[in-house]
């Protein structure tokens, strides 16, 4: 199979969909790998160490789009990107389309089979391709929290551990999963007051047992959010319903029960965002205040630490990469119902339910696209 990996075109995106040892591994089964021109540089890999490991440069983004038989990214393909998807073609990256209706109609009208890396599952319950960006965002939140909350960015001007004789500041994370544990640790760590709120008690019994002197937990209700809301110095947005929309925890409403130049961080901005008031933002133009309260929202945090984020999520896809080359998607899918969790898109129909319910479209299951494919194929071709 020829991979494809062109550069990343999100802004301030620095990742990159392919390291050199994963175009190693696929060179290696015997597979052509096409990198685009620079696509790793700013991840910190030259063109020269994809070519020491057997990868071809390719100098432009549709160069790659028009060679490859699956394309291999980062993040949603924008839309230029989109422009040059094909039927048939294997799209692997984060796609995150509940809130992106635009972005779910040109996948839809390209004919490809787009596997979305954060909704491919494992054995415990777990999102393996999210979960390294997860750890990676989770421990960014309070440092970019902290930072927001600094005077000269509109906050309310406190340091997060305090000093002798002055009172840490308090950090409220809203869903203990893989963002809310890294952030909790991390705030901690600064020396902050941490609570952790999550709905499933088997969750808070891990939290407890693993970090109960560490930080706090409790069972997440509006009652329990407005008390800890009114003391908060940041409030950690991390909940997430695999492939839906991220429910609204946070009105506008409770804003208003907030300490003036509080700091709300929506790591959930990829699901659409956790608080009313959230709406994404970029790396160039990260905060923004509503009512007093300072937002940071950005959807691609990750892409502040491009080199460790890069090696991480690699390390996370590489194995399905090389599955979905060696097979082909149909039988790698087959093979393994975690990855036939990741198709969200194939030959024009939205396959996965969670995204068909957020958006009010009507959704096959993955299996039935599985079994359908040949006939879909067939019945745009007549
Ligand atoms: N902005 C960014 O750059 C990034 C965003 N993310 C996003 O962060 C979010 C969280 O991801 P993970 O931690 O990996 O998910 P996870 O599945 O590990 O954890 C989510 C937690 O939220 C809890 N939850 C669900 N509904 C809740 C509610 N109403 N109240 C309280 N808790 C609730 C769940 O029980 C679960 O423990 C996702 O939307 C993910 O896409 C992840 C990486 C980067
Ligand atoms: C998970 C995600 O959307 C990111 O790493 O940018
Ligand atoms: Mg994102």
């Known amino acids: 199979m020829k991979l494809g990996c062109p550069a990343e075109v999100k802004a301030q995106e620095y990742r990159v969909g392919l390291t050199p040892n994963a175009a190693r591994e696929a060179v290696a089964s015997g597979h052509t790998v096409l990198i685009q021109q620079g696509a790793g540089l700013g991840a910190g890999f030259e063109d020269a160490d994809y070519v020491a490991a057997g990868a071809r440069i390719v100098g432009s983004a549709p160069e790659v789009f028009a ?30 389309l509940a809130p992106d209706p635009e972005q779910t109609e ?147 409403a409770m804003l208003g029960g907030m300490k003036h130049g509080a700091v709300l961080v929506d790591v959930a901005i990829d699901q659409g965002g956790c608080f009313e008031t959230s709406r994404a933002t970029t790396h160039d133009d990260p905060i923004y205040e509503v009512d007093g309260i300072q937002h940071y929202c950005v959807a691609n945090m990750p892409g502040a630490v491009p080199r460790t984020s890069t090696i991480a999520l690699g390390n996370a896809t590489l194995p399905f990469v090389i599955a979905l080359a060696n097979k082909g998607w149909r039988a790698a899918c087959a093979e393994d119902r975690h990855l036939l969790a990741g198709l969200n898109v194939h030959a024009g129909q939205l396959t996965n339910a969670a995204v068909g319910e957020a958006l009010g479209r009507e959704a096959i299951t993955p299996e039935a696209a599985l079994e359908g494919s040949d006939q879909a194929g067939l019945s745009r071709a007549v």
Not at 82 to 94: C, S
């Open 67 to 96: 060679e490859a038989d699956m394309i291999v990214k980062v993040k949603e393909p924008q839309p230029a990107e989109r422009a040059m998807l094909r039927e048939g073609q294997i799209l692997f990256t984060y796609l995150h």
């Open 106 to 252: 040109d996948l839809l009208a390209s004919g490809a089979t787009c596997i979305a890396y954060e909704t491919v599952t494992d054995d415990r319950g777990g999102l393996p391709l999210l979960a390294p960006m997860s750890e990676v965002a989770g421990r960014l939140a309070p440092q970019m929290g902290a930072w927001t909350l600094q005077k000269a960015n509109g906050g309310r001007g406190v340091l997060l551990g305090g000093v002798p004789g002055v009172g840490p500041a308090r950090v409220v994370v809203i869903g203990g999963g893989t963002v809310g544990t890294h952030a909790a640790r991390v705030a901690a760590g600064m020396g902050a007051e941490v609570s952790v709120l999550d709905r499933s008690l088997p969750r808070l019994r891990y939290l407890d047992d693993v970090f109960g002197g560490t930080f706090r937990n409790r069972y997440s209700t509006e009652g329990a959010l407005t008390e800890l809301l009114a003391e908060a110095d940041m409030v950690i947005g991390a909940v997430l319903i695999p492939g839906a929309a991220a429910p609204k925890v946070v009105s506008r």
